[in-house]
């Protein structure tokens, strides 16, 4: 039987990682299971656990006030140790571009544990955009063994960077076998009543990138536009970044048919992405989540590693100027035909079958 350990630390990992983990977990006569979460995000990863009733084996709990990259590598690389020469996995699995990522695929390489990347292949091809995803991601796909890579695009970057062909596997993304759960017919919450009679605009904004002017360019514009279209209500789940909470409130308060809102679980989040009309953001997940929902994304940032939803149609980059976010989400609310070729285009991201397909694989080799 094989041992697989999961390694995770943030929100956004998790969402994708639990539906891998109960599929694995499913398989008792396959594998043996073992999760590791290090706590990069603390209550945030939580409530994501807690939605999908994964209970680690181990949680290295490593976050603190103010920490820095410098302090989470290090904590992960050093307390991670322990945990792999205890454990002795056959392989670990790490998710996409996080910190927690590199550093966890980091420990396997100097003790030589084969890690698999769940994501492989993601690429802008700017190492600081976004920061410090670009590189972390990267860098795992340098010491992988195993590359499940989400779509046909992100194959072939990895074939393009001279990775063996018979150790990559597209299997759609996991945040999609998410979605499978957490989306429910019937759901209800009193920020969606309030917003039930009119056009509501999701956001989401956090990028270490855009903090500072982008941000504010940002939100400036929102306000903006929102405010020449009576018929929309926004609601902001806000990020616990202080430097966001900081830009938002200087722009945003005041404006009645905004709601700027507490972090939502992730079945809340989800659930707010299927009753939006459309989503501007700067995150990632998002970019595949909010297509497989049929809504339109305007994603805040000069560069995505997930093209495969602009060439689709479901995405377009607008950048962080105030006028180009402005023109972008203007033209949305106030032409159909531009809505509806966004709104009903293909979802490039999967089926909401990446978790068995990966344990397939795993089961195999």
């Not at 699995?93 to 927690?100: I, K, M, Y």
Request: glycine letters at 6%; hydrophobic letters at 35%.
């Amino acid at each position: 039987m094989n041992k697989v350990m999961l390694v995770f630390g943030t929100r956004p990992e998790a969402i994708k990682m639990c539906p891998l983990v109960n599929e694995l977990k499913s398989r008792t006569d396959e594998f043996e299971t073992v999760v590791t979460v290090t706590g990069q995000h603390r209550e945030m990863l939580d409530q994501v656990l807690r939605v999908f009733n994964v209970i680690p084996d181990y949680d290295l709990a490593i976050m603190k006030q103010g920490q820095t990259l410098f302090d989470v590598t290090s904590e992960v690389l050093q307390n991670l140790k322990t945990v792999l020469e205890k454990e002795g996995p056959d392989v670990v699995l790490v998710h996409g571009d996080t910190t927690t990522s590199f550093a966890a695929a980091l420990a396997c390489f100097y003790l030589q544990i084969p890690v698999g990347h769940v994501e492989a292949g993601l690429r802008t091809h700017d190492i600081y955009s976004p920061w410090p995803e670009e590189f972390n991601r990267q860098a795992v796909d340098i010491v992988s063994e195993y590359y499940f890579a989400p779509t046909e695009a992100s194959k072939k970057n990895l074939l393009e960077e001279g990775k063996d062909k018979t150790k990559i596997w597209v299997t759609g993304n996991s945040g999609i076998d998410a979605l499978r759960t957490t989306v429910r017919d019937g759901y209800s919450h009193p920020e969606l009543e309030w917003a039930s009679d009119s056009r509501l605009i999701l956001i989401t904004a956090h990028r270490r990138e855009n903090l500072g002017e982008p941000m504010h360019r940002m939100f400036r514009a929102i306000r903006c536009v929102m405010e020449e279209h009576p018929d929309t209500k926004a609601i902001y789940p806000i990020h616990m970044n202080p430097k966001v909470r900081r830009a938002a409130h200087e722009e945003l308060d005041g404006f009645s048919r905004l709601h700027i809102i507490d972090p939502l679980e992730v079945l809340d989040f989800h659930n707010f992405l299927a009753a939006s009309y459309l989503i501007l953001t700067d995150s990632g997940g998002i970019q595949e989540e909010a297509p497989s929902l049929g809504k339109p994304v305007l994603v805040m940032r000069d560069t995505t590693e997930r093209p495969e939803g602009v060439s689709a149609g479901t995405l377009k980059l607008v950048g962080t100027e105030e006028d180009v976010i402005y023109h972008e989400f203007s033209r949305l609310l106030s032409d159909p035909c531009e809505y509806d070729a966004m709104s009903h285009s293909s979802n490039p991201y999967g089926d909401g079958y990446a978790s068995k397909r990966i344990a397939d694989v795993l089961a195999r080799h």
